[in-house]
């Protein structure tokens, strides 16, 4: 008998890997493009672009709002130009892209579906949108809440999700038009339950506008439904992800069957892509990244049931600055040793039957449902975004995860934990160990705006920007008129100055005032509230902080815990939001006469805002007002800033909220010769 006559046991078919990507796009979109076409060489097999925070917030790079913006977090796309050098090379018809955009997404889409049909000549326009697979995350409920890249009131961009969704129905039945992003939600403070139920929240919210709106029949409704994908977090609490992901897929049947009367079990699947959590990415011993980043790839990984079909990874020095291309690399290959020298893929769910993961799932189910319906109950997630609640939640439950990390009830190693630690080699040269951005980005989209109006139909563009005013105070969906604006050559500024004049801007709640902090934190804090009342006495009066967000950075979880900590230190806070501009926070500093001005930044944008902001501070005779500086911020940079005058520099190693509030109060000390 031969081993071939003998049975073999039957192999398991292998599951197909998920979509790998690495989060990209920086400096110019010739830069951009040079680093995608790598990546797909080394085996990324689709792409995920970042935007500018200009692009993201609708202005072009000549605003002076995007002074110190320009491809600070993501690559500048201010019209169809530089789109066409971002994918040149790149054959869209067979890419999937994933764009992370939310307030100017339709305007993104759109551009990007005419780089297409120029890419396709030979083609009608309707077989190239046919072919166009990808994901534009245009969740706009999760930026009133987490990452401020918001534009117009709520009511109004519901109108503009509504439309691409319906468009894409349509026109591009392969695109996801909205990803449904829980990541931002975790990383301004979610817990599981809260980062479930106000992301299905969202999601209600959406499909209930588009089944209002009637743009799509009874029988294309379950298609819509078939394409909503969500964008989720994934933290280092293994078990507790992993079982959060499978309650999400069991509340997303739940929820799609019986409120929407979906049959197709096809159209309720839960589908998801993830990015896993940076928040928890540490500066101090950064190499411990790496194993907190695989961690957290393995909670939506190894459930096949519940298991992520698309994933990107940080890198592990995302807390220091910018990654260099060799980080993305290293971050591509965890993927790929996961994915392709492991068996992960060729079983069956492993979890299934286990009675510890049924009993937490369930207890995730539970809680989240009773959330659920308090938003719903508030009169859905609009209504909860415009009263506050669901950012206060946010802002106490962020408060008490920052109480418990300083108590050291919550161990993070290096941090507050095991710091002891011999040198890195990985950051022995801190300022080489990030890429920095191209300080002549700027000027190169500076001069590729000028150029680019100087050379186009300006007769065709005033028409479709006019074609567009007139149709966003009507019903009629805005995707035509939006195309053509792309097509005559407008910028991404025009598109959004239009409808910013017939929608208006909106200014989301910062949650500081409603949130729960840490009054009884013990004995630092008492000692600090102690040194703060007796400073604010020798001075006259209660000492008195501005909290500032000059420039686009909507990133506000960072100065929202400041505020919050400060008001529990006792000191009179003065905090206004996201994306002012450093002659505002100047006004605001003489208006309240503060003892302290704290400035927030981490897009990177601190060299220039900075300066402006202590220049401000002197023309108005406020020279004796301290100012100090918090966010991602290399070493060298903070340097130069104590030499141009900032009091003191913060970055995402000094953790402990209540020991800077003591440095404050004694930047405030010396500024007024205090002993």
Known sequence: MTEKDVAQPERPTKDRPWVMRTYAGHSTAEASNALYRTNLAKGQTGLSVAFDLPTQTGYDPDSPLSRGEVGKVGVPVPHLGEMRKLFADIPLTEMNTSMTINATAMWLLAMYQVAAEEQNPDLEPSAVAAQLAGTTQNDIIKEYLSRGTYVFPPQHSLRLISDMIAYTVHEIPKW?????????????????TQELAYALCTAIAVLDQVKASGQVSEDDFEKVVGRISFFVNAGVRFVEEMCKMRAFVELWDRITRERYGVQDPKMRRFRYGVQVNSLGLTEAQPENNVQRIVLEMLGVTLSKDARARAVQLPAWNEALGLPRPWDQQWSLRLQQVLAFESDLLEYDDIFTG???????????????????DRVQALGGAIAAVESGYMKSELVSAHAARR????????????????????????????????MAADPKAEQSALDSVSSWKAERDQPRVEAALKRLADEAKTDTNLMAATLEAARAGATT?????????VFGEFRAPTGVSGAVGVAQAGAELTEVRERVKATGDELGGRLRLLVGKPGLDGHSNGAEQVAVRARDAGFEVIYQGIRLTPEQIVSAAVAEDVHCVGLSILSGSHMELVPAVLDGLRAAGLDDVPVIVG??????????LMELGVAAVYTPKDFGLTEIMGGIVGVIRAAHDLV
């Not at 996801?176 to 931002?184: D, V």
């Not at 941090?415 to 801190?430: F, G, H, I, K, M």
């Open 176 to 192: 996801n038009p909205i990803n449904i992003c829980s990541y931002h939600l975790q990383e301004a403070g979610a817990t599981p």
């Open 354 to 372: 286990s009675h510890v993961v049924e009993a937490k799932v369930a207890e995730l189910i539970e809680s989240a449902t009773a959330e659920i």
């Open 403 to 434: 109480g418990r990390i300083e108590s050291g009830d919550e161990t993070i190693v290096g941090v507050n934990r095991y710091e002891t630690t011999e040198p890195s080699p990985l950051t022995a040269d801190l300022d080489g160990a990030i």
């Open 493 to 501: 500024g025009e598109w959004a100055g239009v409808l910013r004049e």
């Open 631 to 640: 966010g991602i911020i290399p070493d060298s940079d903070g340097k130069r």
